[in-house]
């Protein structure tokens, strides 16, 4: 019974930045690593980077040094700072467990795009 809840897409143009959150319930947040993915249209869906309990975050080498992952346990939220962002990010971006994955969300659209 994972539960997540993305939230902040939108719409941005190039180099502009945007916070994404994830709300996680029915599981115990502070005890597990999490990861963000992407789906881009005609694509599959891909890591974007992961989280563990403790915070140590790891990211594929297309978002490294633009984005930053972090999580706040207390309040059960995982973030993704998006810095710089280009137009090859645009997709739907999801959260979910790492690196076994639950049920997926409804994700949350980000567009990039002048």
């Known amino acids: 019974q994972v539960h997540v809840v993305e939230s902040g897409g939108g719409l941005v143009q190039p180099g502009g930045s945007l916070r994404l959150s994830c709300a996680a319930s029915?599981?115990?947040?502070?005890?597990?690593?999490m990861g963000w993915y992407r789906q881009a249209p005609g694509k599959q869906r891909e890591l974007v980077g992961s989280?563990?309990?403790?915070?140590?975050?790891n990211y594929a080498d297309s978002v490294k040094g633009r984005f930053t992952i972090s999580r706040d346990n207390a309040k059960d939220t995982l973030y993704l700072q998006m810095n710089s962002l280009k137009p090859e990010d645009t997709a739907v971006y999801y959260c979910?467990?790492?690196?076994?994955?639950?049920?997926w969300g409804q994700g949350t659209q980000v567009t990039v795009s002048s």
């Open positions: 989280i563990t309990n403790l915070g140590y975050a």
């Open positions: 979910n467990l790492f690196p076994r994955t639950a049920t």
């Open positions: 029915g599981i115990a947040f502070r005890l597990v690593t």
